[in-house]
């Protein structure tokens, strides 16, 4: 069987590849191969943040890259502030209703409860405030109002000392200081500097002209 001649040319404008395959005439001359470009990565988007693999770019005004800082960091006394905070006002809030069921024939008790109920809700509030940063304001009022009230059943409780048996009167001052271990370290914690530094910087934050 002849071979082609050596003067060939493939059809089709391709070029010979030096290391290809054979023919299979047996002459060393080999078939050109077709180059192929491959396409752009996920259709041609741009790298995002310089990344080499070709990840698509997110728009500018999604944020920036994944890490930045989100504010300043919360500290753990106004976050235990708070918690303390929320306890007290569980434990006044059911104490609320013996209360007022009890104020019902009296008013003064009425109206103790009700002072009570108020303070209950400047302590949560006053919480939510603090662990966001706005503010300290309300849980520093709630405590201080759950302290006077401690203080109103001790007076109570004394003047009433006299109609009641001595060991009667020393466990009935057990109760109200119990309300008032709660609010006097929410209090301290509060005012740590870290707590204030906090607030500051978090209003600072949200509104740079303003200043503590």
Same mark, same amino acid.
């Given at each position: 069987m002849s071979q +082609? +001649? $050596?003067?060939? !040319?493939?059809?089709?404008? *391709?070029?010979?590849?030096?290391?290809? +395959?054979? !023919?299979?005439?047996g002459s060393t001359e080999s078939f050109a191969q077709p180059t192929y470009t491959p396409p752009p990565p996920y259709g041609g988007y741009p790298p995002a943040y310089g990344n080499p693999y070709g990840q698509p770019s997110y728009p500018a005004q999604y944020g920036g890259p994944p890490g930045a800082p989100a504010g300043p960091e919360r500290p753990g006394a106004a976050l235990a502030a708070a #918690?303390? $905070?929320?306890?007290?006002?569980?434990? #006044?809030?059911?104490?609320s209703f013996f209360v007022l069921a009890a104020g019902t024939s009296v008013t003064e008790l009425l109206l103790i409860g009700i002072v009570q109920l108020v303070s209950v809700g400047l302590l949560i509030f006053g919480a939510v405030q603090v662990t966001s940063g706005?503010?300290?304001?309300m849980l520093l009022v709630g405590n201080g109002l759950q302290?006077?009230?401690v203080?109103?059943? %001790?007076?109570?409780? $004394?003047? %009433?000392?006299? &109609?009641? @048996?001595?060991? &009667? $009167? @020393?466990?009935?001052v057990v109760i109200p200081l119990f309300f008032a271990v709660m609010p006097v370290v929410a209090l301290v914690l509060a005012l740590n500097s870290a707590v204030s530094r906090f607030i500051s @910087? /978090? /209003? *600072?934050? *949200?509104?740079? *002209?303003?200043?503590q």
């Open positions: +082609p +001649p $050596s003067s060939w !040319n493939p059809p089709g404008g *391709q070029q010979e590849h030096p290391q290809g +395959p054979q !023919n299979p005439y #918690v303390l $905070s929320y306890i007290q006002a569980g434990i #006044v809030l059911l104490c706005s503010g300290r304001l302290l006077a009230l203080a109103y059943y %001790l007076i109570r409780i $004394s003047t %009433l000392g006299t &109609d009641l @048996e001595g060991a &009667d $009167s @020393e466990g009935a @910087e /978090k /209003k *600072q934050a *949200q509104n740079p *002209q303003w200043r």
